[in-house]
Nanobody, 115 residues
Framework: QVQLVESGGGLVQAGGSLRLSCAAS????????MGWYRQAPGKQRRLVAT???????NYADSVKGRFTISRDNAKNTVFLQMNSLKPEDTAVYYC?????????WGKGTLVTVSS
């Protein structure tokens, strides 16, 4: 059983920063891709950023240059550093792990950016 627990969400003013963390526990294949997705009210869940176990990254155009994804393979943890936040970044942010053994989601953490 794989569990993902996100933390670090909250309320921040536009222009501010937040750092999200996601700790994965359970049986996870070492070769995997960890990532963050977000879902704004009334909208579909969308990719924010992913990072493979080898370190290659992928970002949505809307967050390039502002967000940085990183991971600690020894701790099965993925991070999302979010800078220069905008009101349109407001959403529930979900952690995801995709591996040969399955695809897993966290319960989400709310990020609210006030103008």
């Amino acid at each position: 059983q794989v569990q993902l627990v996100e933390s670090g969400g909250g309320l921040v003013q536009a222009g501010g920063s937040l750092r999200l963390s996601c700790a994965a526990s359970g049986s996870i294949f070492s070769r995997n891709t960890m990532g963050w997705y977000r879902q704004a009210p009334g909208k579909q869940r969308r990719l924010v950023a992913t990072i493979a176990s080898g370190g290659s990254t992928n970002y949505a155009d809307s967050v390039k240059g502002r967000f940085t994804i990183s991971r600690d393979n020894a701790k099965n943890t993925v991070f999302l550093q979010m800078n220069s936040l905008k009101p349109e970044d407001t959403a529930v942010y979900y952690c995801n792990v995709d591996s040969y053994g399955g695809n897993y989601w966290g319960k989400g953490t709310l990020v609210t950016v006030s103008s």
